[in-house]
């Protein structure tokens, strides 16, 4: 067991260093969201900033989706079955549905804003553009090796980098798998994420969720 807990942590520094850093710059836009949509506040040209911090972020929680490619390369560095199935599975499957639900949560407040403010018809479109931009940035950042933080540090070659790459086959193939793979995740979690919602406000209501459905 000691060999196998020392090959664990071997494994989990080789592999799984990022989650941490990852998972806090997910949580970023989640956060931001809640400001900017959930508390009742003027739109001011703070609260714009805070909307273009949470644009620059938001990509950051999709892109724990690609990040499976480092449990991929585990399952192929030649650790044990035990290391892979107790440890690497486990911990990686959780981080990437952390930053998943993270993203979903905060296009929901964005949504719910929207239908706050008699918005209902730009509720899709803007799903739709906040999945395209996240796609570009999702790429920019998986195969350009971008941060959020160069819009400011790198705002040119930003820039420049993402016009040309928007003008080449290959990346735009790869960007428009991605969008088509966040609409649907995004769709079916935000799904569950409602279900379950509902499900703790009728639990607090006294009221039986499945009853009311089957009735």
């Known amino acids: 067991m000691e060999d196998v807990l020392r090959e664990a942590l071997r494994a989990l520094s080789s592999h799984s260093r990022w989650i941490l850093w990852n998972l806090f710059l997910a949580f970023i836009p989640l956060a931001i969201s809640f400001w900017l949509f959930r508390w ?32 991929i390369r585990a399952t192929q560095a030649g650790y044990s079955t035990w290391v892979i199935a107790v440890f690497m599975i ?14 979903v949560m905060a296009v929901i407040n964005q949504s719910y804003y929207l239908l706050q403010h008699r918005a209902r018809r730009f509720v899709l479109p803007a799903e739709l553009l906040t999945h395209a931009l996240c796609a570009v940035g999702v790429y920019l950042g998986r195969f350009v090796r971008f941060n959020s933080w160069d819009l400011v540090t790198r705002p040119d070659e930003v820039l420049l980098t993402t016009l040309d790459q928007l003008t080449s086959e290959r990346p735009l193939v790869v960007m428009f798998g991605t969008f088509v793979i966040l609409t649907v995740v995004y769709w079916v979690m935000k799904q569950i994420t409602i279900g379950l919602l509902l499900r703790v406000r009728y639990a607090r209501q006294g009221r039986n969720v499945f009853k009311e459905a089957l009735d």
């Open 90 to 103: 486990p911990v990686h499957i959780t981080a990437i549905v952390l930053g998943t639900q993270a993203y």
């Open 40 to 71: 009742r506040q003027a739109r001011t040209w703070f609260w714009w900033i805070g909307l273009v911090v949470f644009i620059a972020f938001l990509p950051n929680a999709p892109y724990l989706l690609t990040d499976v490619v480092h449990l």
